[in-house]
Nanobody, 120 residues
Framework: QVQLVESGGGLVQTGGSLRLSCAAS????????MGWYRQAPGKQRELVAK???????NYAGSVKGRFTISRDNAKNAVLLQMESLEPEDTAIYYC??????????????WGNGTLVTVSS
């Protein structure tokens, strides 16, 4: 059984910073991509950033230059450093990973989400 556990959400003022962490655990053989998605009230879930095992990253245009995604492959973890936060960044942030386990050749897994609230 694979688990993705997020931490680091909270309340911050406009212009502030937060760092989100996500650690994957379980019968993991390899992790291809790890990333962060977010869902604001009344909106669809959207990609924030994702990163491959070799460090190549992609960002949503709305966060490029403000957010930085990184991985710790030894710990099966992904971090999201968020700077210059804006009220529009308020959402539940979900960790996502495409990984291979002892029971499948590859599947997507999701964390339960962590709430980020940016006050104006």
């Amino acid at each position: 059984q694979v688990q993705l556990v997020e931490s680091g959400g909270g309340l911050v003022q406009t212009g502030g910073s937060l760092r989100l962490s996500c650690a994957a655990s379980g019968s993991i053989l390899s992790i291809n991509v790890m990333g962060w998605y977010r869902q604001a009230p009344g909106k669809q879930r959207e990609l924030v950033a994702k990163i491959k095992g070799d460090g190549r990253a992609n960002y949503a245009g709305s966060v490029k230059g403000r957010f930085t995604i990184s991985r710790d492959n030894a710990k099966n973890a992904v971090l999201l450093q968020m700077e210059s936060l804006e009220p529009e960044d308020t959402a539940i942030y979900y960790c996502n990973a495409y990984l291979r386990t002892t029971e499948n050749y590859g599947s997507f897994y999701w964390g339960n989400g962590t709430l980020v609230t940016v006050s104006s």
